[in-house]
């Protein structure tokens, strides 16, 4: 049973500061891997997508990789503002339907 | 990109009473949709999977009878929690995409049972 893990649960940075955001699965077959984003009693929104036969994914300041041999994926965010505070979530997707296994995500905090 | 419009955003209820979910697909056809359930503090449960046309399949340890799909069409997905209770409290969210590569998640349902 594929199991999401995210570390930390939660983060404080002041602003400007780079950072990393951890995610692990235990099982590496997986379908491609997302990162997400959500704010207070919000929806989701897609930050990026990694196939498993990519090892990142970029998108303006955001940075996420993918090592699926270890199991594990992070998402870089470079020179934090106060606007990226909110949650991250990483959803893993094992076969070729839509179901997606989320982790407990990480909530970020960045002060000005 | 896809736009999933989930209706309505939050709701208050008696316990015992029934609250229905409405998720269209505004520019896309779905013909799947999921949806999820979430915790205080916790990460997103999928609860069940609905597809047009036919009956929804649900995760181990969700009832069936008291979380009702129906996937009539193609841009249309409802869930009502029947006899909701206190315990049913949750934030609702469904997702759906036009392919499996990149799903559109719903602004969610924030469900308060009295």
């Known amino acids: 049973k594929q199991e999401v893990t995210q570390i930390p649960a939660a983060l404080s940075v002041p602003e400007g500061e780079n950072l990393v955001l951890n995610c692990s699965f235990t099982d590496s077959a997986i379908y491609n891997l997302q990162w997400f984003r959500q704010d207070p009693g919000k929806g989701l929104t897609s930050l990026l997508l990694?196939?498993?036969?990519?090892r990142e994914q970029t998108s303006g300041r955001l940075n996420a990789s993918l090592d699926k041999s270890s199991g594990r994926s992070t998402l870089y965010i470079a020179a934090s503002q106060p606007g990226d505070s909110a949650t991250y979530l990483c959803?893993?997707?094992?076969?070729?339907?839509?179901?997606?296994?989320f982790g407990q995500g990480t909530t970020l905090q960045v002060k000005p | 990109g896809a736009v999933v419009s989930q209706h309505p955003s939050w709701v208050i209820c008696k316990s015992g009473t029934s609250v229905k979910i409405e998720c269209r697909s505004l520019?896309?056809?779905?013909?799947?949709m999921f949806w999820y359930r979430q915790f205080p503090k916790q990460s997103l449960m999928l609860m069940a999977t609905?597809?047009?046309?036919?009956?929804?399949?649900?995760e181990q340890g969700v009832e069936k009878d008291k979380f009702l799909i129906n996937h009539a069409s193609l841009t249309l997905s409802t869930l009502t929690v029947t006899s909701a209770h206190p315990e049913d409290s949750s934030f609702y969210i469904c997702s759906g995409g036009e392919s499996d590569e990149k799903l559109f998640f719903g602004s969610g349902t924030q469900l308060s049972v009295l």
């Open positions: 990694i196939q498993s036969s990519q």
């Open positions: 609905s597809n047009e046309g036919s009956k929804a399949t649900y």
């Open positions: 520019d896309f056809q779905a013909t799947t």
């Open positions: 959803a893993v997707k094992s076969g070729n339907t839509g179901k997606l296994i």
